[in-house]
């Protein structure tokens, strides 16, 4: 089992920045890939960004140049950096994880077995 904790979430104007976190701990396995997830009311889990074991990373189209994702492997930790905020990027942010590859379809909620309970990202205008 894995267990994925996001934090960093809160409240923020159009135009500013948050980092959000999350701290992997459980067994561990390689090959490997993570990805960040966000959901708002009424709408559809959609993929934000991921990345595998060798550090390849992935982007929603309409997302790229705005956030960054990274991880620390030796704190077992994935990071969202998001920039540039708008108030349509509200929604809960989860964090995923899974064995393996995921080839072309890091961005797909599918893929993903171990989830975290997400983190609140408000943005006002």
């Known amino acids: 089992q894995v267990q994925l904790v996001e934090s960093g979430g809160g409240s923020v104007q159009a135009g500013g920045s948050l980092r959000l976190s999350c701290a992997a701990s459980?067994?561990?396995?390689?090959?490997?890939?993570m990805g960040w997830f966000r959901q708002a009311p009424g709408k559809e889990r959609e993929g934000v960004a991921a990345?595998?074991?060798?550090?390849?990373?992935s982007y929603a189209d309409s997302l790229k140049g705005r956030f960054t994702i990274s991880q620390d492997n030796a704190k077992n930790t994935l990071y969202l950096q998001m920039n540039s905020l708008k108030p349509e990027d509200t929604a809960m942010y989860y964090c995923?994880?899974?064995?393996?590859?995921?080839?072309?379809?890091?961005?797909?909620?599918?893929?993903?077995?171990?989830w975290g309970q997400g983190t609140q990202v408000t943005v006002s205008s």
């Open positions: 459980g067994n561990t396995f390689s090959p490997y890939f």
């Open positions: 995923a994880a899974n064995s393996g590859y995921c080839g072309t379809w890091c961005l797909l909620a599918g893929w993903y077995k171990y």
């Open positions: 990345i595998d074991g060798n550090g390849v990373t």
